[in-house]
């Protein structure tokens, strides 16, 4: 298995700009010779056309609270008084900050779509609830782990890790693996692990883990190599004249990181970084373009930059200006809170949510060349790697919990629909009849795995590989 590695403790400086082309080369070697987009037909593509379909894979770390986000339940009926009965607690009275609601929230009524059948906990809040006309919720999914690790992994590839390691590809690797996009990076991964098992390197994702490295690795360096073996590797040019030389030659390593050093070179002679520079000054070529995702995006410093809404930022620049197909991206984390108060993850799954109602608002306001807003062209999943335990235990939070929900927005999924349900008693995974969502003692869990097979039958892909079939009644 081929997984993206980041050295995300890298030195800082000279020494990090200076192996930043070679690091960035690497990560895309195998895109000519391995079966991926050919490199005359990348050079045509410079032009940064964005891609018909584009993809978001949203992750908030640590497992969060569904009492307060998809899985709501009304504190009238599930009171404390009823808790040994029901093993469920909403708590949403112990938040006791007026920017939450004490109830779940049913957002306005749009004209023309109707009421939201999708009711949201407190933490989504307003900004996020109001584009229900673009969601399905699933609940009641059975992650069948309580590790971060392993569940965290089971929703990026729709495998069961064996033991805490991965198994198959990302989705995000599979989407570019079969599309094989006419954009410079098909795949980024911001914060969050990559795998590729099945296709070549052209399907890697280059895995950043903030915004300084993305635009280190867009931007061209100026500082000389520091190593001699570095050095012979991009001045390779030699004919074979042994069996060893050639194993370096014409069709070995040399000739790839050839054809890679090349491709990554075209990526930076565009100017891709300044397009991720949002505190550029007004006197900048770009400027009057940053202010403007500065104002959207409410970056008034480096740490919003460096926070939520920034990588919301991030994620939709990298699509509007064709750079990406995929952005799988970590956008907000502190929820594995097992003590403390409930304001403490409903503060930290809001921020999230207020970044991701800011990118939803930009890609439906933002008209994709084919014609639509980009969200018509742009499909969405929001997960986590399970959620919290319905009851509060004794040190003020919420444990590991097996049950867990989603969100998919956009193209290809149904809208303003609830498909699944968590039991009224301790919020156990529901089981279904998965032919039409109706439940069923007999029938059966709802996985990740159905969840990944559902993006990818949203767009037309092959889902065999996850084993499953797709949640038919979610297709649009």
Known sequence: MKKNRHDEKCAQGC??????????TAGFMGSTLLGGLPFRAFAQAAELAPADRCFVFVYFSGGWDQLLAFDPRDPTEFTADRASETKILPGYDLINDARFESRPLIPAELAGVGRSNIDFGPAVGTELAKHYDLMTVVRGINMNTLGHEVGYRYFLTGKMPIGSAARGSST????????????????????????????????????VSRRDDLLLTLKGSADKLDSEIEQQLLDFRGQPVNCEQAAYGARGVGTTYANSQEQMRLIQSQGLDKSFDFLAAANQPHGPEMAAIRGRYQLNNINDVNGERGRAATVATALKKGIAQCVTINLTGGLDTHFGSQLTHANNQRRGFDALAMLVKDLRESDHPAGGTFMDHTTIM???????????????????????????????????????????????PGTFDLRNGASDPNGENILPEHVIATVLASAGLDYSITRVEPLRPILA
């Open 15 to 24: 020494a990090h700009g200076r192996r930043t082309f070679l690091k960035a």
């Open 172 to 207: 995000a690797t599979e989407i570019v693996g079969q599309m094989k996009p006419r954009v410079p990076i098909a795949s980024i991964s911001y914060n969050v692990e990559s795998y590729n098992d099945r296709y070549g390197g052209y399907a890697n994702a280059l895995r």
């Open 382 to 428: 929001v997960f986590s790697e399970f959620s919290r335990t319905p009851l509060i235990n004794s040190a003020g939070g919420r444990d590991h919990h097996l049950s867990n929900s989603a969100l998919l927005m956009g193209a290809g999924i149904k809208h303003n629909f609830v498909f699944g349900r968590s039991g009224d008693i301790g919020m156990a």
